[in-house]
């Protein structure tokens, strides 16, 4: 058990009530923004708490007191009604200016992984938020009752067949800017993972986008944010930031399973497609 210090007991309150961050610069970015803003309301909060405390009790009933009869005060409500729209104004041109590095994913860092001939798209969006240099993992992420599948570029067929995929487990490389592209094949589900950015639907015959840029190694968990169905709470997702080279080492694995997967159904198909009597299937 570590010590109790107001330090610790500060940070404790401060994780469950401000938004999961550390993973990702738009995570950090949303984590800042809200506590600017709640420390902003904070404060007028406590200045209308107390405000209010003091006349209740500078204030309350005596014997024989009567009440002051004020009819307005046209200074005060002019300077509470500007204070407020100055108030307003301001984090609103703060939260515009703040959007920009929320939204818009930056650069891979110079020992990301190696960008150069990944694309492998069958459409390029134009909606699609991308760094300035254009150059970026894009992993779809396909919502589906009940699991994530994520699918990489690599598809060595134009249809986009053969891409490397995983399940549940999404491995990316560090300091590399990752765009997802967020789909669903079944019903709507919606992607978080809480330090890596904001919520996501995944809605049938739509794409939605966001990125993440992980610096530090390590296993961030999520789970589908949106009531999809009864195995819902099993719909568990985890993004595992490894370094760019076994990163590779990973995808290039993945590959290898799923062509020997693929060559195993081969044999297995054409196997029933020999067999003839009750052993026999149609459309295997
Ligand atoms: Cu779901």
Redesign the pocket.
């Known amino acids: 058990m570590g010590l109790l210090t107001p330090a610790t007991l500060l940070a404790a309150t401060q994780a469950f009530f401000t938004p999961e961050s550390g993973g990702s610069p738009n995570a950090d970015n949303i984590d800042s923004l809200y506590k600017i803003v709640l420390v902003v309301a904070l404060v007028i909060f406590v200045a209308v708490i107390g405000a209010l405390s003091y006349a209740l009790v500078k204030f309350r009933a005596r014997k024989g007191a009567t009440a002051a009869q004020i009819r307005g005060n046209t200074r005060l409500e002019v300077g509470w009604t500007a204070g407020a729209a100055v108030i307003l104004i301001g984090l609103a041109v703060l939260t515009f200016f703040r959007l920009g590095s929320i939204q818009n994913p930056p650069n891979s860092s110079a020992d990301g992984a190696n960008l150069v001939g990944e694309s492998g798209e069958l459409v390029a969006s134009t909606s699609r938020p991308l760094p300035p240099n254009g150059k970026s993992l894009n992993i779809t992420v396909i919502?589906r009752?009940?699991i994530w599948q994520f699918v990489y570029p690599g598809a060595n067929e134009p249809d986009g067949l053969g891409a490397p995929y995983s399940y549940e487990e999404m491995v990316v490389p560090t300091n590399t800017t990752i765009t997802l592209d967020i789909v669903s094949s079944d019903v709507v589900?919606?992607w978080w993972v809480p330090q890596l950015g904001g919520k996501f639907q995944a809605v049938p015959g739509y794409h939605n986008y966001t990125w993440m840029k992980i610096d530090k190694p390590g296993v961030y968990r999520g789970q589908?944010a949106?009531l999809?169905g009864r195995g819902?709470a099993r719909?568990i997702a985890t993004v595992k930031a490894v370094p760019p080279a076994q990163f590779e080492a990973w995808l290039a694995y993945q590959k290898k399973l799923i062509a020997e997967a693929n060559a195993d159904a081969k044999v297995a198909r054409a196997k029933l497609n020999t067999q003839t009597g009750a052993g026999q299937v149609e459309n295997p």
Request: hydrophobic share 20%; net charge neutral; with cysteine.
């Open positions: 919502g009752q009940y589900h919606s589908c949106l999809c819902h719909m």
